[in-house]
């Protein structure tokens, strides 16, 4: 009879070559469910799971997994900031974001911090399988509608500052209108003539495309031009 000790058949081993992941959900339920979904896989262990941001980065420091599977919306450290100290700390770390929903400003808040895929929890197995590989070797997967949004902001024109589009002279007098004074008193101020202040005025309106003065106020105020 053989003493020989057997190793488990769930022992996860590195010479096995399989993908050790951790979880991170703030709802159990959802990770003991992609638990059981993945370690379906022979090729994948599950290494640890975390319920919040906190949690996730020190986990990820100690244990040092390929791969983050993270929830989007957790209590305490947010999403982004939890991937910047993960991928800081632990650079071989690589981390896909599982979520329920796609929004344009948080697709491009958690790519800028350094997930580099993004996919919905209403995905297909074989799908989440594969973006989870793919990402885990440092190449990007992106949910079909992330990569609309992603398309449609790089697309969108910069938005123009308003007051690039009057002269010197013009943001003079907008200046002063921002600072209440009176087109007579604008005139003395500037060296014009009341009629040519309201010309200037006329046009600063028509320009911005605005309905008074009052509405060029406020626009100066905001862009700082007080």
Same mark, same amino acid.
């Given at each position: ?103 344009? =400003?948080?697709?491009?808040? #958690? %790519?800028?911090?350094? +997930?580099? !895929?993004?996919?919905? /929890? $209403?995905?297909? &197995? *074989? ?40 002269? =010197?002279?013009?943001?003079? #007098? %907008?200046?002063?209108? +921002?600072? !209440?004074?009176?087109? /007579? $008193?604008?005139? &003395? *101020? ?37």
């Amino acid at each position: 009879m053989s003493t020989r000790a057997k190793t488990p058949a769930t022992a996860p081993s590195a010479a096995s070559g399989s993908l050790r992941v951790l979880l991170v959900d703030d709802h159990a339920i959802v990770r003991e469910g992609l638990r059981a979904l993945l370690e379906e896989d022979t090729q994948i262990s599950i290494v640890a799971e975390a319920s919040n941001g906190n949690e996730a980065t020190e986990m990820a420091a100690r244990l040092t997994p390929d791969l983050v599977l993270m929830d989007l919306k957790m209590p305490g450290l947010p999403a982004p900031d939890a991937i910047r100290v993960i991928r800081a700390r632990s650079p071989a770390t690589h981390v896909l974001v599982l979520t329920s929903y796609v929004d344009d =400003e948080q697709v491009q808040a #958690v %790519l800028s911090a350094g +997930a580099l !895929g993004y996919v919905l /929890k $209403d995905v297909a &197995k *074989a799908e989440l399988l594969r973006a989870m590989q793919t990402v885990a070797r440092g190449e990007p997967w992106l949910h079909a509608e992330a990569q609309r949004l992603i398309v449609n902001r790089i697309r969108r024109p910069a938005q123009l500052d308003p007051l690039e589009l009057l002269t =010197e002279r013009e943001r003079s #007098v %907008l200046k002063l209108i +921002a600072q !209440g004074r009176s087109n /007579k $008193d604008i005139g &003395k *101020a500037l060296s014009l003539t009341e009629g040519t202040v309201k010309g200037y005025v006329s046009n600063i309106l028509a320009k911005l495309k605005l309905q008074d003065r009052t509405q060029a106020a406020l626009l100066a105020v905001k862009h700082g031009l007080d």
